[in-house]
């Protein structure tokens, strides 16, 4: 019968020795981990944490699964085989524990034997050599390829190391297992990296290995928490502690925690909650966000992995410390377009944390220049620009648009958007969306000069008030005319219409115009004939594809246009790069060398398609401007994919153009 | 009471006589050059004045609001109109860009005032007018001037032009921007403007830019050669009284919002029009 002897040559006594130091490594482990358990309960507490199918889900997609981790296919593999080795020895101990000590009931051999024996062993032997080969690639690349963006003390290599030489010497022991005991000879064949280790082993003294083994584990599991290495726990705790809140979706501010804490944003670092503490300290300074950060591609001061260090750094004292070391340039600088957080393994919430101390800075009059005046505008012509809401329809001139009532009988509310309504460039759009749900036969209706911004330009630069002011005067119109089915054609208003919207009383089903589109020409509602004559890619907006998720609809709307195959740019769908507009930053001026859109136009211009499709009114803008610039010869047409669509509509029929 | 007056332009000098004959009160003018707030209030002192007033151009926003601070006293920014009710001042000035007139009275009709130029005409006075005193200047406290690097002004300033005329993209180099952009916006006794992309391509300097992230103007002709029409080059000009669009591109943005519109290649239409002029 295959099996072991467990602590074979190994006396008593020094068995009472092993459990002794056992228990200190456990101690120093478990105070490591919980070091910081002042600075977590000196946050905010959380709202009671409710939904615990969604966070086990969760859990086991980004932990288990390592669904973020593997995004990165060369660092991700190795972390997975690290990830999956040190789990799979974890396993294999614990399973000779219940050996061990179930021994005591029923008698030695009870459990760890026969075929499950050799399963386990085998098991352990090909797990143990995945986790060899893993540690010694990262070491290489820590060494070698040293990642700019990924953080480096001695700590980290030292650490690798002794993993490594544990995992090393848990082979060494294994074959002078096999070595010292000849039952096992007959069997060993299922642990081929022991066998091979026992067969070039001189006849060791087994306690001494056993020993060295021992001491080196120990020491792995006392060392675990130290130098960030607590993320093995931290990052589980995050997970499961995160807002329930859609990506992108801030946390509405109520006029009751203003006037008790008289506090607007994030001030300082007093007002990061429970959660938020423990995601700063899960972050393992991978460097991931930094790497996809469209402001830091294009050499500007943001650095989202150095805002959490330097957050966390400054939670150490259990003070409250302003956040003015965030310098403004930094927090100005980032687009909103979640790069950062879709890749963050550990759940960071980068973007929430920015917009926290914009806040806090618009509250304070920090904000000046364009983004200020757009603001202006915003409160008193309720649309950034300034324009007269009188001017709301001009977009609809020839064609047969309806204004929405709560008696209209409509299919679906069409939400034209301020840029829909005054961008020229947006009015094509929307102009040709309205002539495609013509053709569909889809009843819809517009509220015209009823329609607000949503208020998304507001929150994302910072000033709260004049969002709420915003969503709660035109929750008030859509509750009015009993909305329920919105479509829009701007990423922007559907993540605040359909994300956002909800905490504060407005709760409708919303789409964007391609999926709903894509939908009716599925159905059959809407004929198209593909054309043949442009080749075409797509730029993925970030609040489309990455923010809410949609990257298929638009392509399926596309393919239902052209004949020939679409191009991919290097970075599609939710690792679109941003066009540089979002997060207020469509009303700022930067100067020309620090655009992303620059960057962008470079990878669309790549693909050699002569036509750019857009989902986004604020990357039609930022998209046709950066094409221009970089290819002023032979400039790609940009167009939304809504133009290509009605290009596609047989029947001239269309009566704008 | 007691008004000075920044007498920068004669309409602020109108306002004082609208507002002495409304009041009673007397006014002291004050000669705007160099002036700084600090040399303002040190006048009010001097002369016993209670309020101030100034036209609302940009050393007036400039200067006064920043006196109205350091007295303590009530700011009421581009007054359009001032008239007399139950013996108290109230005065109208627009609000919410412009969307509403509000008519406002202060504390003890004490303020400071920065008036409309375009609201109030020219002084009518049958005696000469008192001429503006000159004042000790007084720096502002914690600023040094180093030196003064003005570029040399040939043309009005952009958002004081009655005249604008922009370039876009097709004015290729800062010699040929110069020679057809700025050769009508000489013609025509105006300013020359750009878009961002002529900026950033270099043909034209910062200050030129006209847009959301530029100037903001509205001249009573505006001039749009070779530009398409973007929202945010809209944003800066949309306000302007008559617009006038060159493009060779008809469906071009930009004739959504003009008067006039020209379908032409300005490299053939500008110096065909300067010809003319």
Redesign the interface.
């Known amino acids: 019968m295959p099996t072991r002897t467990i602590l074979l040559q190994i006396s008593t006594g020094q068995q009472w020795l092993f459990y002794g130091l056992a228990f200190v490594a456990l101690g120093v482990c478990g105070w490591g981990t919980l070091r910081r358990w002042k600075v977590w309960r000196g946050g905010k507490p959380l709202p009671p944490v409710k939904d615990w199918p969604a966070r086990i889900q969760q859990l086991g997609a980004d932990v288990l699964a390592q669904r973020k981790v593997r995004r990165r296919k060369l660092a991700g593999g190795l972390h997975a085989l690290i990830f999956y080795g040190f789990t799979a020895l974890f396993i294999g101990t614990t399973i000779v524990a219940i050996e061990h000590y179930g021994a005591l009931l029923f008698g030695e051999h009870w459990f760890y034997k026969g075929i499950f024996y050799l399963i386990v062993k085998a098991a352990l032997d090909v797990f143990g050599l995945g986790l060899l080969i893993a540690l010694v690639g990262m070491l290489v690349r820590r060494a070698v390829a040293r990642p700019e963006s990924l953080g480096h003390t001695a700590y980290d290599s030292w650490f690798l190391t002794l993993c490594l030489l544990a995992t090393i010497t848990g082979f060494v022991l294994e074959g002078a297992g096999i070595a010292a005991d000849p039952a096992r000879l007959a069997f060993a064949g299922f642990t081929p990296v022991g066998l091979g280790v026992s067969k070039v082993l001189p006849t060791g003294n087994y306690p001494v290995l056993w020993w060295t083994h021992t001491a080196l584990v120990l020491g792995v599991i006392a060392a675990l928490p130290y130098g960030k290495r607590h993320h093995l726990f931290l990052i589980p705790a995050s997970i499961a502690l995160e807002p329930m809140r859609p990506m992108g979706a801030l946390e509405p501010l109520s006029l009751e925690s203003i006037e008790k804490t008289g506090k607007i944003g994030l001030s300082d670092t007093g007002e990061l909650d429970l959660w938020q503490r423990l995601s700063l300290d899960a972050c393992m300074e991978c460097g991931r966000c930094t790497d996809v950060c469209p402001a830091h591609a294009v050499g500007k001061e943001l650095n989202p992995k150095a805002i959490v260090l330097d957050i966390r750094r400054n939670l150490t004292s259990g003070e409250p410390v302003a956040l003015d070391f965030l310098t403004d340039e930094a927090i100005w600088a980032c687009t909103n377009c979640h790069a950062c957080v879709t890749e963050c393994p550990a759940h960071i919430r980068h973007v929430d944390l920015i917009d926290g101390v914009r806040r806090h800075r618009v509250a304070e009059g920090r904000l000046s220049?364009?983004g200020a005046?757009?603001l202006?505008?915003l409160g008193?012509?309720e649309n950034p620009?300034?324009?007269p809401a009188s001017q709301r329809l001009d977009w609809a001139k020839g064609l047969d648009v309806q204004k929405a009532s709560a008696e209209d009988g409509r299919e679906v509310l069409f939400w034209v958007g301020c840029?829909g309504a005054?961008?020229?460039?947006?009015?094509k759009t929307v102009q040709a969306i309205a002539t495609l749900f013509e053709a569909a036969g889809v009843k819809f209706t517009v509220l015209g000069p009823k329609e607000r911004c949503t208020g998304d330009a507001a929150r994302r630069i910072g000033d709260e008030f004049l969002f709420q002011q915003l969503a709660e005067a035109n929750i008030q119109t859509l509750n009015g005319i009993g909305a329920k089915k919105i479509v829009t054609q701007c990423p922007h208003c559907l993540h605040t219409l359909k994300n956002e919207y909800g905490a504060l009383g407005g709760d409708y089903d919303v789409q964007h115009h391609t999926q709903f589109l894509s939908e009716l020409v599925t159905s059959g509602r809407l004929k198209l004939e593909q054309q043949e004559e442009t080749s075409v890619t797509y730029h993925d907006p970030c609040f489309l594809a990455r923010v809410n998720g949609e990257s298929d609809a638009p392509r399926r709307a596309i393919k239902s246009s052209i004949s020939l195959p679409m191009l991919e740019p290097e970075r599609s769908r939710e690792k679109t790069f941003c066009c540089g507009a979002g997060g207020g930053r469509m009303?700022?001026?930067e100067p020309?060398t620090q655009r992303p859109g620059k960057a962008r136009a470079e990878e669309l211009l790549a693909t050699g398609a002569s036509t750019v499709a857009v989902g986004c009114p604020f990357c039609k803008?930022m998209v046709?401007?950066s094409l221009?610039?970089a290819s002023?010869e032979n400039t790609p047409e940009v167009v939304d994919v809504a133009e290509l669509m009605l290009r596609a509509l047989p029947q001239k029929e269309t009566t704008h153009e | 009471m007691k008004l000075l007056v920044l007498a920068e332009v004669p309409q602020a000098v109108t306002f004082a006589q609208q507002w002495a004959s409304l009041t009673g009160g007397s006014y002291v003018l004050v000669q705007a050059k160099d002036i700084t707030a600090e040399m303002l209030v040190a006048a009010m002192k001097a002369h016993g004045c209670d309020a101030l007033a100034g036209a609302a151009t940009s050393l007036g926003r400039d200067a006064l609001a920043r006196a109205a601070a350091l007295l303590d006293l009530p700011m009421l920014s581009d007054v359009v109109k001032i008239e007399s009710t139950d013996n108290r001042l109230v005065l109208t000035r627009p609000m919410y860009a412009g969307n509403v007139l509000a008519r406002v009275r202060t504390l003890g009709d004490v303020a400071v005032y920065s008036v409309r130029v375009s609201a109030f005409g020219l002084p009518t006075s049958h005696s000469p007018l008192p001429t503006p005193l000159a004042l000790e200047p007084i720096p502002t406290p914690g600023v040094t001037v180093l030196s003064l690097d003005a570029p040399e002004q040939n043309r009005p300033e952009l958002t004081q032009a009655r005249v604008v005329v922009s370039g876009g993209r097709p004015t290729r180099d800062a010699e040929t921007f110069e020679k057809l952009i700025g050769g009508l916006a000489d013609k025509l006794g105006g300013a020359a403007g750009a878009t961002r992309a002529v900026v950033d391509d270099g043909i034209a300097p910062n200050e030129l830019q006209v847009g959301q992230t530029g100037k903001v103007v509205a001249p009573e002709l505006y001039i749009a050669a070779g530009v398409s029409g973007s929202i945010q080059h809209l944003a800066g000009m949309k306000d302007s009284k008559i617009i006038v669009a060159i493009n060779t591109d008809p469906d071009a943005a930009i004739f959504e919002v003009a008067d006039y519109g020209l379908v032409a290649d300005i490299h053939v239409a500008i110096p065909e029009l300067l010809e003319k002029l």
Do not use: I, K
């Open positions: 220049g364009s005046t757009m202006r505008q008193s012509r620009w300034g324009l840029s005054f961008d020229p460039r947006a009015q009303w700022m001026e020309p803008v046709s401007d221009a610039a002023p």
